[in-house]
């Protein structure tokens, strides 16, 4: 499965997600939640109950959300990227 992060517009945190998935060069997708509308929908609570973004679907088809999750995900992923350390 690909990876797909939900990310907000016009106010969300996501662009550090999208540059450390970008610098990971694997596959993704992204999806655009307009914000506050969508976010506040049944549908996006469905992945993120608080609404908030950003909320990404891993390739194992966990949820994370919050962007410290998230970079914490990507960066252990990265490591032989430079992008995160082993702990």
């Known amino acids: 499965m690909t990876p797909i992060l939900f990310y907000g517009v016009p106010s969300g945190c996501s662009f550090g997600s999208i540059v450390a998935l970008e610098w990971l060069r694997q596959p993704y997708q992204l999806c655009r939640i307009d914000m506050p509308g969508q976010v506040q929908g049944e549908d996006y609570r469905r992945l993120n109950p608080l ?34 350390f082993a702990q």
């Open 51 to 84: 609404g908030e973004t950003p909320t990404l679907r891993t390739a194992q088809g966990e949820l994370l959300s919050e962007s410290l999750a998230i970079l914490n995900h990507l960066a252990a992923k990265g490591i032989a990227q430079g992008l995160g």
